[in-house]
């Protein structure tokens, strides 16, 4: 069985302030992870993903995020972030062969001036 | 790229009416799903359906049916709707493997009154 924990329901933060959304997932084989992005009234769009390799994964916007498989963590990370990264954040994990993701209840991300 | 299209965006019902949510994606995507999406409860899935003719159960099926007679077309019917059918519903779509993202439609608010 596979789960996605999101740590923080809400992350407030100042315009320009990095930023750290925080992901954990359970999964007894390989894994696929996935950010997408919420805006208001909208659907969900993919912000990065890891499938192999690299631990560090960009995306776009300017978010990367960081595959920990020893803690079992995938953080979505900003240095600099502006308003318009207000949103509504998933993560999601996929596992072996699985074709149904697991999706985490979101952390709403509000960046103030 | 119409991508996934969901109709209609909008819908109010009196409890006990009858309603089909549409979605339709143009990307030859085997795979479609059904989520609703309730504040801080993240995505729900209700059904999926890995190919024309093919739909499982997700987590929340109670209340809802759906059909795959093409590979283009989901719809989920909401029979003798129940205020706790009020939410947003999102359809999405994903290529045949595991590692790919999936892609949303722009979701579907419905009230039951």
């Known amino acids: 069985a596979q789960s996605v924990t999101q740590l923080d329901s809400q992350v407030p933060v100042f315009e320009e302030a990095p930023v750290e959304l925080r992901c954990n997932y359970s999964?007894?084989?390989?894994?696929?992870l996935f950010w997408y992005v919420q805006y208001p009234n909208q659907g969900l769009q993919l912000l990065l993903k890891?499938?192999?390799?690299?631990?560090l994964v960009k995306g776009i916007n300017g978010f990367e995020a960081e595959f920990n498989k020893s803690q079992t963590s995938f953080h979505l990370r900003k240095p600099s972030v502006h308003i318009s990264d207000t949103a509504e954040y998933f993560c999601a994990v996929s596992s072996g062969g699985s074709y149904i993701p697991t999706f985490g209840r979101g952390t709403s991300l509000i960046v103030h001036p | 790229n119409a991508g996934v299209t969901q109709t209609p965006k909008f819908r109010i019902l009196k409890i006990g009416q009858s309603m089909t949510l549409q979605c339709a994606q143009d990307m030859n995507h085997n795979y479609m799903y059904w989520y609703r999406q309730d504040p801080g409860m993240g995505l729900k899935l209700i059904y999926y359906?890995?190919?024309?003719?093919?739909?499982d159960k997700g987590e929340v099926p109670n209340g809802y049916n759906v059909s795959r007679s093409t590979t283009e077309d989901f719809p989920l019917r909401l029979e003798l709707a129940a205020p706790s059918q009020t939410s947003v519903y999102f359809c999405a779509s994903r290529g045949q493997t595991n590692t790919g993202e999936l892609f949303f439609g722009e979701g579907s608010r419905l009230t039951v009154l």
């Open positions: 359906s890995v190919g024309a003719g093919i739909t």
């Open positions: 999964s007894s084989v390989s894994v696929y």
């Open positions: 890891y499938l192999s390799g690299s631990t």
